[in-house]
């Protein structure tokens, strides 16, 4: 029986969950004999580490699992629940079954959406920092909940409406999910307490506020994943980037509208997407990023919207 469900290629995303988790470790063992500037860069380099987690395999596995065995695929989500703090499970359901249903859209029935809250069609927020810290602090103040929720072995209750809806309505594989979610929480919390047995101090000062930052950051890479596009356009919806070396180093990541037409393509495929859809994106008004989401402040004196042209790259502002 074949074990990779799309491609062997997906063994690089369990190596590297791998060796975030044996790297937190490290850091945990030798984090009272660390320099304070090995401390300090020990926090800097875990942001690094979750984020990329979160943005590119985490991200990836909840919309392409790896293996052809449902039994694998749970345990790769319920061990890397300890690597980014959250669930799996719970970020797959709101990630595809929210986000991937209303692409940011302008009413917020997209829950991340952009423009939660904002006035007269604009993005919430006069900067993508306000945005973004206030989806890290709403997340912390989750992950502390979920912690709590020892008392029920952190299983799904009827209060956690938004979860419970998600879920599929068929049975059994309605139960399998919020199970699952269940296992991820039981595994991250395992995980805590046995970083937390290696050091206490290392995660207080290292790995709760790395994730913090690392949240923000994913935040602030969504923000700019939307940022001037147009809810409710198919082909105009979300921002790509098309820089070669970065989308090399995060599996295609940057093609961020050719994912939001083709969500469960495999991230080899989402080149071929832009080519499938070529004519329709070529057509449409949109935004193509000169620069990764991730620091997409850098464009924001720029134009927002361009025409592309898929076949030779090239594309042409449309607005000052």
Not at 211 to 230: D, K, P, R
Not at 253 to 266: S, T, V
Request: charged share 15%; hydrophobic share 45%; with cysteine.
């Amino acid at each position: 029986m074949r074990l990779w469900k799309n491609s062997p290629l997906d063994a690089m995303h369990l190596a590297y969950i791998v060796l975030q988790f044996v790297t937190m470790l490290w850091m945990a063992h030798g984090w009272e004999r660390f320099s304070l500037l090995g401390q300090v860069g020990s926090v800097a380099l875990l942001v690094v580490i979750m984020w990329y987690n979160i943005v590119v395999i985490a991200h990836l596995f909840t919309h392409v699992p790896w293996f052809h065995a449902e039994w694998a695929n749970d345990t790769v989500s319920m061990f890397n629940s300890i690597n980014i703090g959250h669930s799996m499970q719970s970020y797959r359901l709101k990630h595809v079954r929210n986000h991937h249903v209303f692409h940011n859209d302008l009413e917020g029935q997209d829950i991340s959406s952009t423009y939660v809250a904002g006035v007269d069609g604009r993005h919430v927020h006069v900067s993508a920092f306000g945005y973004a810290f206030e989806g890290a602090c709403l997340d912390m103040v989750s992950v502390i909940k979920t912690h709590l929720l020892f008392i029920r072995l952190w299983s799904v209750g009827t209060d956690e409406t938004l979860l419970r809806g998600l879920a599929v309505r068929s049975e059994p594989r309605r139960s399998h999910e919020l199970r699952q979610i269940q296992r991820d929480r039981i595994a991250n919390f395992l995980g805590l307490v046995l970083l937390s047995f290696i050091s206490w101090k290392w995660t207080l000062a290292c790995y709760v506020p790395a994730l913090f930052i690392a949240v923000m950051l994913m935040s602030f890479q969504n923000y700019f994943e939307h940022y001037g596009a147009t809810p409710g356009e198919r082909f105009a919806n979300a921002v790509s980037y098309y820089g070669r070396l970065y989308n090399l180093l995060a599996f295609n990541d940057g093609y961020h509208q050719e994912h939001h037409l083709r969500p469960q393509a495999h991230w080899s495929t989402l080149p071929a997407v832009r080519l499938r859809y070529a004519e329709a994106l070529d057509e449409a008004d949109r935004v193509i990023s000169p620069v990764p989401a991730v620091v997409g402040f850098l464009r924001r004196a720029g134009p927002l919207r361009y025409r592309g042209t898929v076949t030779s790259g090239r594309v042409a502002a449309i607005d000052p």
